[in-house]
């Protein structure tokens, strides 16, 4: 549309019409029963998503209150240990500072795979509970989750595994996997508006719940309240709805196809940065991956990041610049939620065009490769 | 409209379409130019509502979040006395203890005044900052903000007022009357979509800023980004792009005017309650008042509570009953909001039915006698 810019970043992603007018509805009572049907529809719809069995909380707030609650609610006091290669690793690793004492922060270079050795030696020396963030969308780097899962339950330790960018959107089984926190945000691959956060809890988690626990984030009193398929404070109505619709709309592509959706959507900016002949953000090992909902890529030399999102922006569409350390060093292109083919194929020409513009000659036809893997 | 049911409840309250349709728009970056101007709008409309020059700034969350940032972030470790007549004010002290180890409730009966005697004793004996519900829907009682401000003025303590249900329908003066730090919620007198509290903040405030403050409600974040015209976590864009029309709504209408309408519709209830023969719930002295935007009156003997309501909603409106240990003693009629002459004539023709219809036949027209103050 000629009047919205095209969100091509990693969140907020672009909304479906359905999702956006279930927004427009009248103001009901939260403590009624349509708004127990909402509650309990996402509820169902949402444990596929997370792959688990557990009980789903909704919270009125962004991805990072989720994170909040988590560590507020289950690690205070604990030894805990961040692992931390992006920006969000370090929020988790901020936030466990903020309720423990004995928190441990496991970092490596932003992009660079997480040290699972040193994780080991943690654990063997006692380390209670882990938060991983597993799409780590600031460097575009996909953690190990199903690896670090089986050395927490190795080591009953508790795994607190945010998936906000990556749940909806990627593979993720938070039960398989022994995740006994799962967090996802509204506004990234489910497509919904920014506004939630949904945080799963294993029944360990419910064991090892916190003496004090803040009043907006205590998840217990979260739990108490789904009894009745309400939220212990007045919730976020029209994002609750629009959640649902957008929630419905995964439910009708089917989850492995919207899965497929992504990673194809992924490979097809990554074959284009191939052939442009640029460099990739993440280095991989064996256990690490490119992120399937976000791609990062270096600035060539010569290219200066405001003046060539600027552009592009110019153009209609937004991407991404690097957060904190990685400003100025690379751009970010997301490929979440309800975009498809033709939105891939429309921010790669914008920034084909402008790579050449601004005094990069692309190696080959990056819209070309991309065509080709996107079967456009 | 037939499929939507009338809230005459205190909070949420009917949105206004042109609100409603605010919410409906695409998704935006919130770090860009388009949200900015939103935040910027919010905050400069907020300002007179409050009547105040300090600091606005909007969570994402409910007004409870807007109660606990409060409290978290100026009260921890300080000698705190909780004023409480009601369930909200029972919520602030629940929070006091939380963040302090010193904190006191002055209790009255719910509905009953404040003693305002024992305050000063509190303050006279070390109290550093002091807690009060400005208008306790639970009760629809109006407490004495600006007395309390004074009393506190005088020792030097800070003054906290929640202001969730009265601020944008009844006069408050936020500086005026030395409230360092003043609440509201979305869902309430400015009758935009739930999810958003606003919490101004004193210079005096931020001068006795905790040291450990949560991640989530850490207001000096938010004071921070604010001057990039931010927030420091992703918002709810929708609820925002909702607030500033609600704002905009209450700007055209006019405070003064919006106040006045407020506080004839409640007039138009009470009167209706006399003409009634019931009782209205609060116990008032000199310092206390009735609440405009909401009103409690006491079941007659024989009314039942959830048929009574029962019958009422299958009209299609909807009223409140009593919380907690006042369920089954009163009913509650918000006027808060967009409503105006038809939804009070609306909700009193349904009571005075149901009254009848019920056993208890009153003992004169209320809805004349509404009509009368209404000037319909």
Not at 61 to 75: D, I, K, L, W
Not at 286 to 309: L, M, Q, V, W
Not at 361 to 373: H, I, N, R, Y
């Amino acid at each position: 549309m000629q009047d919205e810019t095209l969100l091509m970043m990693p969140g907020p992603v672009p909304m479906p019409q359905r999702v956006r007018m279930a927004m427009a509805k009248q103001a009901i009572n939260h403590r009624g029963a349509e708004f127990g049907e909402c509650f309990e529809d996402i509820n169902r719809m949402l444990k596929p998503v997370f792959g688990t069995e557990n009980d789903i909380l909704v919270i009125s707030g962004s991805g990072s209150a989720g994170m909040e609650a988590a560590v507020a609610n289950f690690c205070a006091k604990k030894k805990v240990v961040s692992l931390v290669n992006g920006k969000f690793g370090d929020r988790l690793y901020k936030i466990s500072k903020l309720y423990s004492d004995e928190a441990t922060g496991l970092a490596s270079e932003w992009g660079t795979p997480l040290d699972l050795e040193k994780l080991k030696e943690e654990l063997e020396n006692g380390a209670e509970a882990v938060t991983l963030v597993h799409n780590e969308t600031s460097a575009a780097i996909k953690n190990p989750a199903e690896e670090i899962g089986k050395l927490c339950r190795k080591h009953d330790a508790l795994f607190i595994m945010d998936g906000i960018t990556s749940i909806g959107g990627d593979v993720v089984k938070a039960d398989k996997w022994g995740a006994d926190i799962a967090i996802v945000g509204s506004q990234k691959c489910l497509a919904a508006p920014a506004g939630l956060a949904a945080v799963s809890v294993s029944e360990k988690a419910w064991e090892n719940i916190a003496e004090w626990r803040p009043l907006y984030l205590d998840l217990l009193a979260y739990k108490k309240s789904a009894q009745k398929s309400q939220t212990p404070y007045t919730p976020a109505v029209p994002l609750f709805f629009a959640l649902r619709e957008a929630l419905r709309i995964v439910e009708e592509e089917g989850l492995e196809n919207r899965i497929a959706r992504h990673k194809n959507m992924a490979d097809a900016v990554r074959a284009a940065a191939k052939a442009w002949g640029l460099e990739l953000f993440p280095k991989l090992d064996k256990y690490h991956e490119y992120s399937n909902t976000a791609t990062a890529i270096c600035y060539p030399e010569g290219i200066e990041d405001s003046k060539f999102r600027g552009a592009i922006n110019r153009m209609g569409i937004e991407i991404s610049g690097g957060q904190d350390e990685l400003k100025g060093k690379i751009f970010r292109i997301g490929t979440m939620g309800a975009t498809g083919a033709p939105e891939v194929m429309a921010v790669l020409s914008a920034v084909q065009k402008t790579l050449k513009e601004q005094g990069k000659t692309p190696q080959s036809c990056g819209v070309m490769a991309a065509a080709e893997v996107l079967k456009v």
